[in-house]
């Protein structure tokens, strides 16, 4: 069993920084971690997933050139750091994972995610 805790959100102004981080515990070893976000009234959507192996990666159009996902599986960790950001990026971000060899952008092909973390970007 799987368990994720994310963490790093918070509020900031458009145009800064956030890093977000989300520590695994439990049998982690080739297992895909997937980012999404889910704003107030809206679905979950698919920002951007890394392989195990950290050699793969997929960026949603909207958060690329700006986001990036990175993990060091010695500390069962994968951070996302969150650069220029914007008003619509607001929303709670959560990290899934599965294991696998692929990079899912649905949500309901991830097996297990965290409670995520608040990010709030202000005009």
């Known amino acids: 069993q799987v368990q994720l805790v994310e963490s790093g959100g918070g509020l900031v102004q458009a145009g800064g920084s956030l890093r977000l981080s989300c520590a695994a515990s439990?049998?982690?070893?080739?297992?895909?971690v997937g980012w999404f976000r889910q704003a107030p009234g809206k679905e979950r959507d698919f920002v951007t997933a890394i392989s195990w192996s950290g050699g793969n990666t997929y960026y949603a159009d909207s958060v690329k050139g700006r986001f990036a996902v990175s993990r060091e599986n010695a500390k069962n960790t994968v951070t996302l750091q969150m650069n220029s950001l914007k008003p619509e990026d607001t929303a709670v971000y959560y990290c899934?994972?599965?294991?696998?060899?692929?990079?899912?952008?649905?949500?309901?092909?991830?097996?297990?995610w965290g409670r995520g973390t608040q990010v709030t970007v202000s005009s």
């Open positions: 899934a994972a599965r294991q696998t060899q692929v990079l899912p952008t649905t949500a309901n092909e991830y097996n297990y």
């Open positions: 439990g049998p982690f070893s080739g297992y895909t």
